[in-house]
C-alpha cells in the first residue's frame, strides 16, 4: 500500500522560509516522479515543483528561484525548500507521486497547510 505523508506545514511570515518534506513508504521511490502541489480556497490544484527520478526539476514560474525541490532516494523522501514567502503562496500543499513516462499522479499525500502572514 502506498503512503505519502506529508510534514513541515505551518504559520510563517511573509518572507520567511518553510520546509515541507513527504515520506514514501510502499513503493519503489527512486523509480517514481515526484511533485508538490497546492490549492488555495477557490482555486484549482496547481503544480508547483516537480522533480524526475532521474533528478531533472521544473518549477511554476510563480515560484522559480523561491522554492527548490529534491528528493533523498535513500530515505524515501521529497522536500520542497521554500523561502520568500508571500501570502499568495497561503494553501494546502500535496506530494504526489507518478510512474515514469505517465503525465498523471497516482498517488497522492493528504496535505499539509501552509499560511503566510503579510
Known amino acids: 500500500q502506498v503512503q505519502l505523508v506529508e510534514s513541515g506545514g505551518g504559520l510563517v511570515q511573509a518572507g520567511g522560509s518553510l520546509r515541507l518534506s513527504c515520506a514514501a513508504s510502499?513503493?519503489?521511490?527512486?523509480?517514481?516522479?515526484m511533485g508538490w502541489f497546492r490549492q488555495a480556497p477557490g482555486k484549482q490544484r496547481e503544480l508547483v515543483a516537480a522533480?524526475?527520478?532521474?533528478?531533472?526539476?521544473n518549477y511554476a514560474d510563480s515560484v522559480k528561484g523561491r522554492f527548490t525541490i529534491s528528493r533523498d532516494n535513500a530515505k524515501n523522501t521529497v522536500s520542497l525548500q521554500m523561502n520568500s514567502l508571500k501570502s499568495e503562496d497561503t494553501a494546502v500543499y500535496y506530494c504526489?507521486?507518478?510512474?515514469?513516462?505517465?503525465?498523471?499522479?497516482?498517488?497522492w499525500g493528504q496535505g499539509t497547510q501552509v499560511t503566510v502572514s503579510s
Open positions: 510502499g513503493l519503489i521511490f527512486s523509480v517514481y516522479g
Open positions: 522533480v524526475t527520478g532521474g533528478g531533472s526539476t
Open positions: 504526489a507521486a507518478r510512474l515514469p513516462l505517465r503525465t498523471t499522479y497516482d498517488y
